[in-house]
């Protein structure tokens, strides 16, 4: 039965796409469970550049996959993989794709609401990626949400509709001035979407019992990153899921002693995309030297935007390994620092007259602590073409070994480059480095 979830260990980006695109090859299973077509996971096979949004990264490897009530579906967007992957010769179908019934859908105005949103917090805008998450995460919360299975039953659709979008015009029309959404607009469209997506919809807690107790092994595909997340994240600079291990159970329905560990993708320095404190952040050319070295600079694969970037920080690391019981870590992006003299790496943080190793639940404070850095030396050569961790110049193992310090993690996979044979195995297989049920 072994399963293990995937987490971004940062603020999201941290290469999760080509782990799990790489872990897939072992794994029976994959499934995403929270967020929705806010993420962006990149995967390179073959010279082909492949960008999921919604769709479990599994597709790509042709491997059975699931997408559990936690995701909040855009009907649209979903529709448009399926037809994306045929094109590219993924035939996706009921037997190879599970949806669950309960994921609740994002509507138009959920976008809308979204921006207007953003619009009115002004300079504190959260920068989100305007795909309506909050507000549809909101009305799931608040139980007016439409789900899928809704969605599918026509007269249920009608019904609900009519009730939520009552009180969403209410609100467009006499909160924001705005105009009212017709009914007609929403209902026509999406009962046809409803129809295409319903031989999809699936028991998705009993199709993954079914396929642990057969020993299939399940690779839970996290969206966004720990620092994202609602709770034991920068709030309110997050999205409006639970990014991390915990978020697998609920958004899967999958219980969580059936799961083996986490592991953990952290980038070898640091991005984010959207606004919030970020201690390491380095600006203008600084930032840029990060951004531009490797082969694809630092540019959001779901809205375009620069990403920010700084220093690997270790305090915000120990702590969301520490709260993700991530006892494995993979290292991306290594080859990106290969062009630096030196590397600075944050160890510490001082806050007020305190020192600390490991960054304080309250993240608001990040934006006042004084990062202590160490200084790591750099490379210099091509390490993009490495395959063994005895290759590697001895200044990088230095480095991860560091990370390994710092996090009390285990590395045992570091990527040296986009494409799939361009990763560093340091353990027999990935879920094989669960098997002493850390
Ligand atoms: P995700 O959201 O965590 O899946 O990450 P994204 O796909 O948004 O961003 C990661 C970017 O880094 C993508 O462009 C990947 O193709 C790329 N990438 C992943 N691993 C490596 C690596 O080891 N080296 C380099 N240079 N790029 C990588
Ligand atoms: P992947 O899975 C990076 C960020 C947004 C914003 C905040 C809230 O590709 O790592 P939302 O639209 O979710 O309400 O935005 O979260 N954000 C991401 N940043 N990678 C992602 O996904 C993200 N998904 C959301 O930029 O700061
Ligand atoms: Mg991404």
């Not at 029309?173 to 105009?179: G, M, N």
């Amino acid at each position: 039965m072994p399963a293990i979830v995937v987490v971004g260990i940062q603020w999201g980006d941290e290469g999760k796409g080509k782990v799990v695109d790489f872990v897939a090859e072992e794994s029976d299973v994959v499934v995403r469970h929270q967020g929705g077509n806010n993420a962006g996971h990149t995967v390179w096979v073959e010279g082909i550049k492949h960008i999921l949004h919604l769709l479990p990264t599994g597709v790509i490897r042709r491997k059975t996959c699931a997408i559990g009530s936690g995701v909040v579906v855009d009907p649209r967007v979903l529709l448009s993989e399926i037809e994306e992957c045929r094109a590219k010769g993924i035939e996706l179908h009921p037997g190879n794709l599970k949806i669950s019934r309960n994921c609740h859908a994002i509507f138009p105005y959920h976008i809308r609401i979204d921006t207007l949103l953003e619009k009115r917090r002004g300079s504190s805008a959260i920068g989100t990626t305007s795909r309506g998450i909050g507000p549809a995460y909101r009305d799931k919360i608040d139980r007016v949400g439409i789900r899928l299975g809704d969605l599918a039953t026509p007269a249920r659709f009608e019904a609900r509709l009519r009730e939520h979008l009552g009180y969403i015009n209410d609100f467009l029309t006499s909160f924001y001035k705005e105009p009212a959404i017709p009914f007609e607009e929403i209902y026509e469209p999406y009962r046809e979407h409803g129809k295409r997506i319903e031989p999809f919809l699936a028991d998705v807690p009993k199709f993954l019992s079914e396929a642990s107790d057969l020993g299939r092994k399940i690779l839970f595909e996290g969206a966004q990153g720990a620092l994202l997340d609602v709770d034991a994240g920068t709030f309110p600079y997050v999205t409006s899921s639970n990014t991390g291990t915990g978020g697998a159970c609920t958004g899967a329905g999958f219980p969580p002693q059936r799961i083996n560990g986490c592991l953990g993708i952290v980038k070898a320095y640091t991005t984010r995309v959207g606004a919030g404190p970020f201690p390491t952040e380095l600006e203008g050319e600084a930032a840029d030297r990060i951004r531009n070295a490797g082969p694809a600079g630092e540019f959001g694969a779901t809205t375009g935007r620069p990403r920010r970037c700084g220093w690997f920080d270790g305090p915000l690391v120990k702590r969301t390994v520490m709260v993700n019981g991530a006892s494995c870590l993979a290292v991306t992006r290594l080859d990106v620092l290969s062009e630096f003299d030196s590397i600075p790496i944050a160890v510490k943080y001082r806050i007020g007259g305190e020192v600390t190793e490991i960054a304080p639940e309250d993240l608001t404070v990040l934006s006042e602590v004084e990062v202590v850095y160490e200084e790591l030396p750099g490379w210099k050569v091509d390490i993009s073409k490495v395959k063994r961790w005895e290759d590697l110049p001895s200044q990088a193992q230095g480095y991860i070994r560091r990370i390994e310090d710092i996090s009390g993690a285990r590395v045992v996979l570091i990527s040296v480059g986009p494409n799939r044979d361009e990763t560093i195995l340091r353990a027999p297989s990935v879920f094989g480095a669960f098997q002493d049920g850390r």
